[in-house]
């Protein structure tokens, strides 16, 4: 998926949160909360469950373009700027995407913009389920907050 694709799926939601530290040491903080959120067995069988293209860990690490997470597919890393994953399953094609900004000396604005589409009525269902419920925002939010304390 390219920079044109990424884009034209609708916005769902973004967040964000300023964390105590450097670009770098957040960037570092981001890729091993990435790894160490997807990496479990809970992840990969709800890949496998859901009918993601990327199902498990794969690739170079740090996080770079062609790695994998379950359920994502690194599309673009630029170390300390930003960093965006896609994935497509049978209910959601989607795109989270990382930015990191400077917020002062030592100070990082870390924020996080889901963009999804959800075709068809299982889709529709699934998108009221996974974003309406709420549980999405909850769990981007827990993401940010670990990412932030294993920066500091």
Not at 40 to 59: E, F, I, M, P
Request: proline share 5%; with cysteine.
């Amino acid at each position: 998926m390219n920079a044109a694709d990424r884009l034209a799926l609708p916005f769902v939601d973004r967040h964000g949160t300023v964390v105590a530290a450097g670009a770098d040491a957040v960037w570092r903080a981001l890729g091993e909360v990435l790894d160490r959120s997807w990496a479990g067995g809970g992840a990969a069988g709800y890949a496998r469950l859901v009918g993601c293209a990327d199902r498990t860990a794969s690739g170079p690490r740090p996080l770079t373009e062609g790695s994998a997470l379950a359920g994502f597919r690194v599309a673009a890393a630029d170390p300390g700027r930003e960093l965006v994953l896609v994935g497509r399953h049978r209910f959601s094609t989607y795109a989270l995407i990382f930015r990191l900004d400077e917020a002062g000396p030592g100070r990082t604005v870390l924020r996080a913009e889901t963009r999804a589409r959800f075709p068809g009525p299982a889709g529709a269902l699934y998108g009221r389920l996974v974003i309406g419920s709420g549980g999405h925002a909850i769990g981007v939010r827990r993401l940010l907050a670990a990412v932030r304390r294993r920066s500091g």
